[in-house]
């Protein structure tokens, strides 16, 4: 059993997205929140833990860190359809909401080339607790509180694409933010432990 790696969109894999994104240099807070619509993870044979993801750089690069981020990942899975994204960040979150990482983060990159037109994901963000997700139950949230120190960073963004959406605001505990450009991002899952049970004897 392999680890499966899938990038939404899943039109992007190859291709650089239609915008950037560059943070501000210095302190600043963030929070932002991204729905992935659930038909971008075909590729699963079923329900699979997600261990990490990743988001890379633009093809033309402006600014790449370091950057130290001091945050909170929580994941989820949601009725809340891409389309309907909603400003509100609590309206997008489903019961199953998870923190999977609490700490800091190093964002830095190589900047080196990918596949296509692309640069590699290489501003990558491991999780702690592993994430159990089911397409077949909703799309996947991803729900980024940040408190960011350091150089700028610009990430490769997508406007427009029914794959993916985004909300963000300029302040890690605000209740409510505007649609924006999501990142393009990388994930990898791990399948489910297989279980045997073997009985020699029974009475």
């Not at 963000?125 to 077949?136: I, M, R, V």
Request: glycine fraction near 10%.
């Amino acid at each position: 059993l392999r680890a499966q790696v899938v990038v939404v969109p899943n039109s992007l894999a190859t291709n650089d997205g239609n915008g950037s994104g560059t943070s501000p240099a210095g302190f600043a807070s963030a929070r932002w929140l991204q729905i992935h619509d659930a038909s971008q993870f075909g590729a699963l044979s079923g329900p699979s833990f997600l261990t990490k993801f990743a988001y890379r750089p633009d093809r033309i690069l402006d600014q790449s860190g370091p950057r130290s981020w001091i945050l909170r990942i929580y994941a989820s899975t949601t009725s809340r359809s891409v389309a309907g994204l909603s400003t509100t960040f609590a309206e997008n979150l489903g019961p199953d909401n998870t923190l999977v990482f609490d700490g800091t983060v190093i964002v830095t990159t190589g900047n080196l080339p990918g596949p296509g037109n692309t640069r590699q994901f290489d501003y990558v963000f491991s999780f702690t607790t592993p994430f159990l997700y089911d397409p077949a139950a909703g799309n996947l949230v991803l729900d980024l509180q940040i408190e960011g120190n350091g150089s700028a960073v610009t990430f490769d963004t997508v406007l427009g694409d029914p794959a993916i959406g985004r909300v963000g605001i300029g302040s890690s505990t605000a209740p409510t933010g505007d649609i924006r450009a999501s990142h393009v991002t990388q994930f990898t899952f791990e399948p489910p432990p297989l279980v045997t049970i073997r009985a020699s004897q029974v009475e």
